[in-house]
């Protein structure tokens, strides 16, 4: 009896602060009169305030070269700078209506704020004075006299154009876009310190929390990222939208249920604006039995809810099933040369992936722009360890959760929670190129931050002489976040355009295909044209993704505008070998000939583009009529071509068209393919 009651007195005995800051939750007594409510803590306090500040200003240092960056050649040009959604009134029809075909993505409150920042800053461009001269200066557009300044030198002055080859518009400056999105995280860095405060976390632990998640540099993607306004404007509705439901849990009668319908309401904003966050309620759900285990909000009856939550996860499942369906009609699942993964591989995928991005929030090194696309083996035991640690960790976490804390347990189940749609379980378009990526930690760097922190401040406080541990702990903090500060900044000037982005890509991940070829198509497109530097960038596409037919026409082109036909040739006879079906290898092979007056080879390879090339093909069309003009030339030739002279001077000029492609004019070139500049894109 005495061992057992000093079991129970010591499972039943209060721990001490700390484990109350924590949540601990203990066993409560049948009998044992509940104790009240804590009051929650106060907001927009002094300290509070101060907090807010510093962080601002560490975040405005960390991201500050967002401010005059660019726009990149990663969606940014199917988002903005090529949308011609973003023109008219006409546009917003299609934004918001998942079944247009103009639609790249269904995330419709991302696209129109898009639209208003390209309408208002065209329409601030047009005024001088009043609102429209408020709206230019807060959008930092130059004045109208600049304006028509610029204007009146365009028919002599060069098109000023962005680092994606579009010209630049008042409605298209980088600037504004990227101040749109630093401001939209500046208040989500306030909304994260309001959440962690109204959790009950101590302000220390709050503060170092929302630290992370305004300087860690996994957030560089996110805020520089105009493609990822999704990230910031949903995380905007994510937090407002929680805060909702912890007063809709603390408030009563009407102002309780008016607190719950806004919260739906932000929900459904966050899903409008990217379906990841349709794991609130999963988060909302935890953190509402970590609180009742505190006591710091009234005990709810399980039916009740499940009946609100459930209608929240049912409503984010709405919207998932209407992005699934928009990507898979525009993603890879229409082309079987980009399938993701096998059924077997997912679970695997997916457990390893979730410690990856463990690891990257713990210790955020050689962050990569496009991170290197495992090779997943079942047969190496690393992939069955990542698996099978899972049930090991939960296991753990569920046998300690007394003592790990109610609210630090939230913490680590919201940083895998907000991460599950991203982990690969359902596979989504941006997995053709890597299985993990930097801005999906976005939100969850929340919970990993608050459980970093609260595990820490127990660590701190496990014994009586607190204070000096206090002082080293506060002195480490502002270590690790000024490193982080550091860090991000550095990382933030990889993203100041497109060559520097896809350069920083390039060095860190040396198979990436959209990194070679979309740094190739920028230097194609300066004036003048850099073969130069883009046709080695183009081989090394077309040797990453062999079938990619795209990349390889783009290797070619630029042999031709060098002159480089021995190059072409061989690198034509090795495409042959691996494709042996490839006509149009045939076709550029046999125009090298030509041009190097090796008219039986030429003649060959042109029969053969004639019988592999599908008779409606303007590569079959081009073939036959390059080849009887060929033909014309040798049987006027005297002596016939493969019995003259190594110099050709007593033989017959060739025909105007043989003769450009001899002197390798890639204008013809063009001419004869039409195939289109091609932007590596992906939607998520």
Same mark, same amino acid.
């Given at each position: 009896?005495?061992?057992?009651?000093?079991?129970?007195?010591?499972?039943?005995?209060?721990?001490?602060?700390?484990?109350?800051?924590?949540?601990?939750?203990?066993?409560?007594?049948?009998?044992?009169?509940?104790?009240?409510?804590?009051?929650?803590?106060?907001?927009?306090?002094?300290?509070?305030?101060?907090? /807010?500040?510093?962080?601002?200003?560490?975040?405005?240092?960390?991201?500050?070269?967002?401010?005059?960056?660019?726009?990149?050649?990663?969606?940014?040009?199917?988002?903005?700078?090529?949308?011609?959604?973003?023109?008219?009134?006409?546009?917003?029809?299609?934004?918001?209506?998942?079944?247009?075909?103009?639609?790249?993505?269904?995330?419709?409150?991302?696209?129109?704020?898009?639209?208003?920042?390209?309408?208002?800053?065209?329409?601030?461009?047009?005024?001088?004075?009043?609102?429209?001269?408020?709206?230019?200066?807060?959008?930092?557009?130059?004045?109208?006299?600049?304006?028509?300044?610029?204007?009146?030198?365009?028919?002599?002055?060069?098109?000023? #154009?962005?680092?994606?080859?579009?010209?630049?518009?008042?409605?298209?400056?980088?600037?504004?876009?990227?101040?749109?999105?630093?401001?939209?995280?500046?208040?989500?860095?306030?909304?994260?310190?309001?959440?962690?405060?109204?959790?009950?976390?101590?302000?220390?632990?709050?503060?170092? $929390?929302?630290?992370?998640?305004?300087?860690?540099?996994?957030?560089?993607?996110?805020?520089?990222?105009?493609?990822?306004?999704?990230?910031?404007?949903?995380?905007?509705?994510?937090?407002? $939208?929680?805060?909702?439901?912890?007063?809709?849990?603390?408030? !009563?009668?009407?102002?309780?249920?008016?607190?719950?319908?806004?919260?739906?309401?932000?929900?459904?904003?966050?899903?409008?604006?990217?379906?990841?966050?349709?794991?609130?309620?999963?988060?909302?759900?935890?953190?509402?039995?970590?609180?009742?285990?505190?006591?710091?909000? !009234?005990?709810?009856?399980?039916?009740?809810?499940?009946?609100?939550?459930?209608?929240?996860?049912?409503?984010?499942?709405?919207?998932a099933f209407i992005t699934m369906s928009v990507e898979r009609s525009k993603g890879p699942s229409k082309n079987p040369e980009k399938l993701i993964s096998t059924a077997e591989q997912r679970p695997f995928i997916a457990a390893n992936a979730a410690w990856f991005y463990a690891g990257t929030f713990l210790a955020p090194v050689h962050l990569a722009i496009v991170y290197p696309k495992w090779d997943v083996s079942l047969e190496h035991p690393i992939w069955w360890a990542g698996l099978l640690a899972w049930p090991v960790a939960i296991g753990l976490a569920c046998r300690h959760w007394r003592r790990i804390g109610g609210l630090t347990l939230w913490g680590m189940a919201h940083f895998f929670v907000i991460l599950a749609p991203?982990?690969?379980?359902?596979?989504?378009?941006?997995?053709?190129?890597?299985?993990?990526?930097?801005?999906?930690?976005?939100?969850?760097?929340?919970?990993?931050?608050?459980?970093? /922190?609260?595990?820490?401040?127990?660590?701190?406080?496990?014994?009586?002489?607190?204070?000096?541990?206090?002082?080293?702990?506060?002195?480490?903090?502002?270590?690790?976040?000024?490193?982080?500060?550091?860090?991000?900044?550095?990382?933030?000037?990889?993203?100041?355009?497109?060559?520097?982005?896809?350069?920083?890509?390039?060095?860190?991940?040396?198979?990436?295909?959209?990194?070679?070829?979309?740094?190739?198509?920028?230097?194609?497109?300066?004036?003048?044209?850099?073969?130069?530097?883009?046709?080695?960038?183009?081989? #090394?596409?077309?040797?990453?993704?062999?079938?990619?037919?795209?990349?390889?026409?783009?290797?070619?082109?630029?042999?031709?505008?060098? !002159?480089?036909?021995?190059?072409?040739?061989?690198?034509?006879?090795?495409?042959?070998?691996?494709?042996?079906?490839?006509?149009?290898?045939?076709?550029?092979?046999?125009?090298?000939?030509?041009?190097?007056?090796?008219?039986?080879? $030429?003649?060959?390879?042109?029969?053969?583009?004639? #019988?592999?090339?599908?008779?409606?093909?303007?590569?079959?069309?081009?073939?036959?009529?390059?080849?009887?003009?060929?033909?014309?030339?040798?049987?006027?030739?005297?002596?016939?071509?493969?019995?003259?002279?190594?110099?050709?001077?007593?033989? $017959?000029?060739?025909?105007?068209?043989?003769?450009?492609?001899?002197?390798?004019?890639?204008?013809?070139?063009?001419?004869?393919? #039409?195939?289109?500049?091609?932007?590596?894109?992906?939607?998520?």
């Open positions: 009896m005495a061992r057992h009651r000093n079991r129970k007195s010591k499972r039943t005995s209060p721990h001490d602060d700390v484990a109350a800051l924590s949540y601990a939750p203990r066993v409560q007594r049948i009998d044992e009169p509940r104790p009240p409510i804590v009051p929650p803590e106060p907001l927009f306090t002094r300290g509070f305030l101060l907090c /807010a500040l510093l962080l601002w200003a560490a975040a405005v240092v960390a991201f500050h070269p967002t401010l005059s960056s660019d726009f990149v050649t990663w969606d940014d040009p199917d988002y903005v700078t090529k949308n011609v959604l973003l023109r008219d009134a006409d546009g917003l029809k299609h934004i918001w209506n998942p079944r247009s075909d103009k639609n790249q993505q269904f995330y419709p409150l991302v696209f129109t704020s898009y639209w208003l920042e390209y309408h208002l800053a065209e329409w601030a461009a047009a005024g001088d004075t009043g609102f429209s001269g408020a709206v230019r200066a807060l959008l930092g557009l130059d004045g109208v006299a600049a304006t028509q300044a610029a204007a009146t030198q365009a028919a002599t002055a060069p098109v000023r #154009r962005l680092s994606t080859g579009d010209p630049w518009t008042p409605g298209l400056d980088p600037g504004i876009y990227h101040r749109t999105n630093l401001v939209l995280h500046l208040v989500n860095i306030v909304l994260v310190l309001a959440l962690l405060r109204r959790f009950g976390a101590p302000m220390w632990a709050a503060a170092v $929390a929302a630290g992370l998640f305004a300087v860690h540099p996994a957030q560089v993607a996110s805020v520089l990222w105009v493609a990822e306004r999704k990230n910031t404007l949903s995380g905007l509705f994510y937090l407002i $939208a929680f805060l909702l439901y912890l007063w809709h849990r603390r408030a !009563r009668g009407w102002g309780s249920w008016c607190a719950y319908a806004a919260c739906l309401l932000a929900f459904v904003a966050a899903l409008l604006s990217k379906t990841q966050t349709l794991t609130l309620p999963i988060s909302l759900l935890f953190i509402d039995w970590a609180l009742q285990s505190a006591h710091r909000i !009234r005990r709810a009856r399980w039916y009740g809810l499940i009946l609100r939550l459930g209608l929240m996860l049912a409503v984010g499942m709405a919207f991203a982990l690969g379980l359902i596979p989504f378009n941006y997995q053709q190129y890597s299985y993990v990526a930097d801005h999906f930690l976005y939100l969850a760097v929340i919970g990993g931050g608050l459980a970093v /922190a609260l595990t820490a401040h127990r660590l701190i406080d496990a014994r009586p002489a607190a204070s000096p541990r206090r002082a080293v702990a506060a002195v480490v903090a502002l270590l690790v976040l000024a490193a982080c500060v550091w860090t991000s900044h550095g990382e933030s000037r990889h993203w100041r355009d497109t060559e520097t982005f896809w350069t920083r890509a390039i060095a860190r991940n040396d198979a990436c295909f959209p990194a070679f070829y979309n740094l190739g198509n920028y230097y194609t497109r300066q004036r003048p044209p850099q073969w130069d530097k883009a046709v080695d960038l183009y081989r #090394r596409a077309s040797e990453i993704q062999p079938n990619n037919r795209t990349a390889f026409q783009r290797y070619v082109d630029g042999l031709i505008s060098l !002159r480089r036909d021995d190059e072409l040739i061989a690198a034509c006879t090795k495409k042959i070998e691996q494709i042996p079906g490839h006509y149009r290898a045939y076709l550029n092979r046999a125009r090298a000939y030509v041009r190097k007056r090796q008219y039986t080879e $030429a003649v060959a390879d042109y029969q053969q583009v004639i #019988r592999l090339a599908p008779p409606n093909s303007s590569e079959h069309a081009q073939a036959r009529s390059e080849l009887e003009r060929l033909q014309s030339m040798m049987q006027k030739q005297q002596p016939a071509p493969d019995q003259a002279e190594p110099d050709n001077r007593g033989s $017959a000029a060739p025909p105007a068209r043989v003769e450009s492609m001899a002197r390798g004019d890639l204008s013809v070139q063009m001419s004869d393919l #039409r195939f289109e500049m091609w932007d590596m894109r992906f939607e998520i």
